[in-house]
């Protein structure tokens, strides 16, 4: 077991996870994509302010869920076991719909990055993200299947959630360092592309069926 003051983590569980949260980390996605354009038109500030901003807005739904959801699950198995498999189906569609959507391309968050009143680039960072309802949804479905029900949930799923936007954080600080020639192999290969959203969601689908499967 992993022990982080009273939190009490297989550590079976918790391989699993921080395997699952750095694939999905270094996977392009909508969140990776705003941080590079934003990088591209206001330079290596503004990226990581961006990036940043995003981290906080992250660790906002973290806090919220865990406060929340901890309530519903020390109150009974049967609703730990409901949200179980419900954040074990939610992955797995959200790998499939990863698997059959148009490829991504940056230019696709240039709408975003326009927005009126952008203003600074740090609190448009955690807006973006607090607004983000998927972002929720993504903590409330991932977070929960690797916490020991019999242990303190709240340190377990605030040390998890953490570590995943330190993660998330981490291949966003990369990307607007490595901007110019990340948009320029992006820009370049649509297959590179494509295969990076594969992996993405094959890992989800994978991780939705081991977490359905597990006890």
Do not use: C
Not at 18 to 47: E, F, H, I, N, W
Not at 77 to 97: D, E, H, M
Not at 106 to 116: C, L, Q
């Amino acid at each position: 077991m992993l022990h982080v003051g009273t939190t009490m983590i297989s550590s079976a569980h918790f391989f699993v996870f921080l395997t699952a949260a750095t694939l999905l980390a270094v996977s392009p996605g909508p969140g990776m994509l705003y941080v590079l354009a934003r990088s591209l038109r206001g330079g290596r500030r503004v990226g990581l302010a961006s990036s940043f901003g995003t981290a906080a807005g992250g660790l906002a739904h973290v806090v919220a869920a865990g406060l929340g959801l901890s309530a519903v699950l020390a109150r009974s198995a049967s609703a730990f076991l409901i949200v179980k498999y419900a954040g074990a189906l939610y992955l797995i569609w959200l790998g499939a719909r990863a698997l059959l959507a148009k490829t991504p391309t940056p230019s696709g968050t240039a709408a975003t990055v326009d927005a009126p009143g952008a203003g600074n680039p740090f609190w448009q960072g955690v807006s973006t993200e607090v607004l983000n309802p998927k972002t929720a949804l993504f903590f409330l479905a991932f977070i929960p299947q690797f916490v020991t029900h019999d242990a303190p949930l709240v340190p377990q799923f605030l040390l998890l959630g953490t570590i995943s936007v330190v993660l998330n954080t981490s291949a966003d600080v990369l990307v607007v360092m490595l901007a110019v020639p990340l948009q320029r192999r992006l820009g370049a290969s649509a297959l590179w592309r494509r295969r990076q959203q594969q992996v993405s969601g094959l890992a989800l689908i994978g991780l939705g069926g081991y977490v359905a499967a597990s006890s």
